[in-house]
């Protein structure tokens, strides 16, 4: 982890309240995998006392960028988007523990994602498909506007589409659709709001997989314990969201 | 510039020093900076036996603000002394453990058994925890339960002990009478603010706890008033704290009568901010007419007559 | 929308109403709105005869706050009933009279005249001044003289009485309860949190009084919290103010339990804060899904479980 | 007073420290005297809760622009200084009460300020020069880094310039330089640090004139007593500069 200032290159709304921001930086050639964050800070002054934690999408080592994809959701998300191309933003990053990419060994992987559960999911299906693994994508977002992605997704693989009120792909939720689809896979990756994951982890629950959890923060680093979630196998009964997460084995950790 | 400060049982390089829980044990920041650089060190709360805390949400942001509602997660103090204290041990910089209990027979044997750790320099009790024994009284707000835990700190530790106070009392300056009384070492002051936010969208308090401890720069001014206060009560050295984020905040709880300065919520926001501030207190202490940080202890409390000069 | 709220003296066209010392006698901000808009409106705090206040500084900004120590500057209430009253009858806004004073002969005397003229819909008694006739002990922060000042005040008001509660107390409830059984009609809350700014060049505190209140958005955690506290222990309707910018600020005060929600330090940054909130509310009020004000009040204690969510 | 967001249309460094700032607004249209000052918002969000008073120091009716000089002392100066040309001041203004150049009837008038003390004066001698009286300016600056106006005062009238450490003009205090030139004028009009105003009203004492003066402020407007002065003469015992003031007759406020 590293403490950069990241030149703005690009700032574009890609869906609803839905900003993509890309940034230069030396950050961009660390080792980054799919599911880490960055710990961004956000104003000026003591305005905001705490930074805000966004996974990365995509990382682009030859341009050295780092892309973001974030929801207009409160007074830090906005402040961010009023950021633009030539600013720098102060970030810590890579952040916490990704999807163990490299180790990954298998012919199918199931990609599920809800909202802005999806950007990480992103970068994960680009470097699963460099590895030549087959990937599935199974997003849900609330309707039509909020989508995004959906082309990039469908260059990488088979793309499923769900949205809470059918103005887009199938109505219903994610766990529909691979209830109806019967997915045959190796392993499952999810992402998305608490009710998502608990759901989709429930429905696979006979299957291997990884989930990515979210957690309002202090530190983002490991040191306040703002952001545990229980882990009763583990030794101390617990894991830092921020430090030993967000992405976990499925079994691993007990969502509240 | 000399930025040397000596308190009972802290040898300190200068007068910086992160806040308990805002810095872990050490180990996560120590990728960032060379923790030797710091005044000291005062790790999370230490318990009899291990704590997993509260349920979340256990932070939230607030107008310069943050609050916590932690609940002393922590590994119990064997564990710390096993696991966290070794790797503090390399540097070359007094550790202050903070001691949580529920009970004076916690408070008691946490704080022996972390006393006698060589890497243990101080010990800093803090007495603001939630559940205690005493029917719901708080050993922090209560004047003789304040007293009787540090009298009974003070007899099993093996190093100094600064009284962590409470700034939810009607009058601190009576908690610290007392705990003077019952032998501290220093105080330590201000822990958390009691407060609440509320989720418009849940309809409920957002922490899982409801109450949460209000820290950052919205509480400076209160533990300004309290550090000024004390000071003028009692010769007992002072460790201030609330809202530091730059060198002349340091400052300005040098004036106000603490002889060093504690830094929490800001680690969170800039998390080199102890560096930092190490780094520009020369300048700062010159800028306004210091020539060590001893020299500005307690300066805030000599009233000459000034205006607000236009030019 | 429904905004109306109507609570003992006072039949309220929305829930907003500026705080107290912060709105004067609303002359000044007559020449920017319209004050019928209002809820209601809280002037400056009236004492026995005309006081001067303290020296200046007299205010200082801190992080997302300020500190104030204007120190009850008013002409008195024969002046305040000849010459500013009259003003404020051409409105068809309730208004709330501030009470102060030293003693509690000063309280009644004051309650007794202001109470009795017609524009005067309800009395605001302000018990968190600093210096009262019994040793220093202050009306707001001990419960035996605050059940005693609420009766005395009672007794002689033509009006309902809200007793406006000092937050620098180890327990609100205590004081709550007390002036409960005095027999208050509403409560207002939060005053000030005491506190300080040193100025560093100076090397003195900023404010000529030292110490001062502190106000705005930093202290809205602390009165989010007592408000909630309270609500929980008695039924009085209670006035919530501390930090309030927005109408969101307005709902979190809604849902904590108050009835209705004033603006105080705002009125400074934005002098139209006021006109602006009750133009928002009812967007605001939808948008959490409510039909009016009334649905909203003490919402924030029925604890459904809620998950942060992603999408 | 209006409430309005003025335009910024230049930002000039003009003296160490030292900027000068042009707006647009419709705020210019209004009868604005020498020594009124706008109330202005500092940043966003509740970073800073009180304006901050800054005086006048030039009306343009023709143009409609306002101009203000100012001093970059803490967090607000710094703040204001780096709005750029094109962002909007929200602004409180004209406010207070100012020097009564309409009634003014005099040959001679003298002029003492001190550090940012000066721009309001300025506009009071262009105001003054307008009107035909003669202007005479004495001007007090630590150093010479911090002068500035010295060739706009000349063009009005009589300058004098004073510095603590002599860098430039006289070394010493604008009060001695009166003492030493012995002016003859009709009334005297000065704006400054404390310290100064108490000094040249004293030295003065025998003549009529105005003083401006400042305090830390709250609402601005006269609504929260924090800016109050004893006036021993007047009904109530005090004054609020902010609204009563920041000009007063020499004699009718005690000074701190
Ligand atoms: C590991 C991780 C990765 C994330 N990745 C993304 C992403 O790629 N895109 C995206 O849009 N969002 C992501 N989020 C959620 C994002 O952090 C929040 O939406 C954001 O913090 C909201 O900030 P705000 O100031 O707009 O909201 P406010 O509600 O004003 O924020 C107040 C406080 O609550 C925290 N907070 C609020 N909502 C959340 C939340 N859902 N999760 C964690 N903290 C929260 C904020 O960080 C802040 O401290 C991620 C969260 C985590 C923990
Ligand atoms: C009527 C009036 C006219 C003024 N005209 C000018 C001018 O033309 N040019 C100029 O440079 N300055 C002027 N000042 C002073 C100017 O207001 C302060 O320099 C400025 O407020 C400092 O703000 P800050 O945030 O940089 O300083 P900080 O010290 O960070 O400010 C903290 C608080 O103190 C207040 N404050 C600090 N110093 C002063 C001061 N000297 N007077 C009043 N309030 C103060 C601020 O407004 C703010 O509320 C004037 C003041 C008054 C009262
Ligand atoms: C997340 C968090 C955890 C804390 N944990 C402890 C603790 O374990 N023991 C303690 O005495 N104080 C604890 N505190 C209080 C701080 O040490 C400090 O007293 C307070 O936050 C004020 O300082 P600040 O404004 O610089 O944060 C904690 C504060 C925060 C924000
Ligand atoms: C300048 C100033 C003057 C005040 N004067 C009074 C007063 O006369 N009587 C009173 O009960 N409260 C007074 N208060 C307290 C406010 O009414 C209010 O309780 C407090 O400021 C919290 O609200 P806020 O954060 O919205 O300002 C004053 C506050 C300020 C900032
Ligand atoms: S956010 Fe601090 S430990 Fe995870
Ligand atoms: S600043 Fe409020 S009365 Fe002058």
Redesign the interface.
Known sequence: MIHEHLEIISRETIAKDTVEMTFKGKMAQENILPGQFLHLLVGEGSNHMLRRPISIAGVDKQKSTITIIFKLLGEGTNTLAKAEPGDQLDALGPCGQGYPVDELQMNHALLVGGGIGVPPLYYLAQRLHEKGIQVTMVAGFQNKEQVFYEGAFRSLGDYYLATDDGSAGEKGFVTDIIKKEGFDFDQFFTCGPTGMLKAVSTQLEDEEGFISIEQRMGCGIGACFACVVPAPDSESGYKKICKDGPVFRAKEVVLA | MNLNIKLPGLDMKNPILPAS????FG???A??YDLNLLGAITI?AATGS?R??N??????????????A?GL???GVDQIIENELPFLAGYDTPIIANVAGSTVEEYVEVARKISKHPVIKAIELNISCPNVKEGGVQFG?DPELAKMVTAAVKEVSDVPVYVKLSP????ITVIARAVEEGGADGLSLINT?????????????LLAN???G?S???????A??MV?QIRQMTNLPIIGMG?V?TA?DV??FL??GASAVAVG????????VCSEIIQNLPDVLSK?GFSSVEDAIG??????D??????
Chains 1, 4 share one sequence.
């Open positions: 829980g805002c810095f872990g180990k996560e920041y990728e960032l999370k291990a997993y805390g349920a979340t949400p256990r932070v939230a942001e607030t107008s310069a603000g943050m609050l916590n932690i997660q922590n590994p707000t939810n009392v009607t009058d603010l009691t407060g609440m936010q509320i989720n418009l969208a849940g309809r409920k308090p409801k109450i949460g209000l950052g720069p919205a509480v400076k001014p209160v300004i008033r000024y809202g984020t002349e400052l300005e004036l106000a919520t800001a680690n969170f926001q800039h998390p080199f306004y300066k805030g409390h000599e009233h000459a000034t205006n607000l000069s236009r030019a």
